[in-house]
């Protein structure tokens, strides 16, 4: 698991840098807040039902596979009008589909613990969304880039796809661990929130090339976003059957912080020689890098609310973080311009890790979880 996700960061981290030296500023933007809207879509649409499937296939519940993958392609197909509605392009459609269907296979193999499955897929779908994404950019432009992603994703929800006919309007299982799925729900809002959401506020009030340069910094964070992710995953899978460990907790914390110096470091150094028209993102670019910080802290304890069925922490967490980043993207945004927007993410993303540590210290349960 560990290799895939790895693997699936470092593929996507080069996609992206490979568009920056292919694509001006405004078009890196427009692409990206494309792809966030679809992203931010497609996790309210799941309603919580990936994770869901993840920790009871985990406990031998084998119907509520079927059950959440048909409720899921429902909720997807009925959210296509909102999305088209916001953003006005019609492509995102079926891409919010294949990126549901995804979801539900990736959650299927990690409630079974198919890793080496798990690591092919992440990678294989990475690997197809660089070679169709780039060759289809050549093409189609912005569209050919959308249909490559559109493609990758369908390719690789091949365990999708192989329950589709067992499917039947029977949602007992959901029905019976709706509470459970709400605290899903609540986790995955949170950390899909924190990743796309800036990208939709950006947009409109500072315009697509500001985006764009904002979000070549922001690639670094993503890109070293595979710590927290990392580790949501096994905590969750851990939390179901009642282990914790303190030791991994630390291990993440220990890691991010050497990662992000290292960026803080690097990151001169590689936008000067590899992208000169994005030099404006350096300073932006070693401030989000710090990110990956309070983002561990923030992922690691809300897997643990979450395996206790707490999700109340985590839901106010998301929200603090969602208010503190939209105040001070339009505060800082129009006094230090990109600068101002990548202070804007530190600031939100240690305001929710302060919150949801204070918290776990106000609760006895999660002190001895620590």
Request: glycine share 8%.
């Amino acid at each position: 698991m560990t290799i895939g996700n790895i693997g699936s960061s470092v593929l996507g981290a080069a996609f992206w840098l490979i568009l920056a030296s292919l694509l001006i500023a405004e078009s890196y933007g427009t692409l990206n807040y494309y792809l966030a809207s679809t992203f931010i879509f497609g996790t309210v649409a799941l309603l919580g039902l990936n994770p869901t499937v993840t920790t009871y296939l985990a406990k031998g519940v084998e119907k509520v596979k079927y059950q959440s993958n048909l409720m899921a392609l429902v909720s997807s197909v009925a959210f296509i009008a909102p999305l088209i509605l916001l953003t006005g392009y019609l492509p995102l459609s079926m891409l919010l589909i294949s990126v549901a269907l995804f979801q539900m296979s990736v959650a299927e193999l990690l409630g079974r613990k198919m890793y080496k499955e798990y690591t092919f897929i992440h990678v294989g779908q990475r690997a197809a969304q660089i070679v169709l994404g780039i060759s289809l950019y050549f093409v189609y432009g912005i569209d050919g880039v959308i249909l490559g992603y559109t493609l990758a994703f369908l390719a690789f929800s091949y365990r999708y796809m192989i329950t589709i006919k067992n499917f039947r309007l029977d949602f007992a299982h959901i029905r019976s661990n709706f509470k459970f799925m709400m605290h899903s729900y609540a986790m995955e809002l949170a950390r899909t929130i924190s990743m796309f959401s800036d990208k939709l506020l950006i947009a409109p009030l500072f315009g697509f090339t500001v985006l764009g340069l904002y979000q070549l910094g922001a690639q670094f964070l993503l890109f070293l976003g595979m710590v927290p992710t990392i580790f949501y995953h096994y905590l969750l899978s851990q939390e179901a059957r009642g282990i914790h460990s303190r030791r991994i907790g630390i291990g993440g914390f220990i890691i991010s912080s050497i990662l992000a110096i290292g960026f803080v470091v690097s990151v001169p150094w590689i936008i000067t020689a590899f992208f000169p028209n994005f030099t404006e993102s350096i300073l932006a670019a070693q401030l989000m890098s710090m990110g990956i910080i309070p983002m561990t802290v923030t992922s690691t304890l809300s897997s643990r609310f979450l395996g206790m069925e707490r999700s109340r922490p985590v839901f106010i967490g998301a929200t603090i973080y969602v208010a503190t980043q939209y105040t001070t993207i339009i505060i800082l945004g129009n006094i230090f311009g990109i600068v101002g927007l990548a202070l804007s993410l530190i600031i939100a993303l240690t305001a929710q890790a302060v919150y949801l540590l204070a918290t776990s210290k106000l609760q006895k349960p999660v002190i001895e979880s620590l």
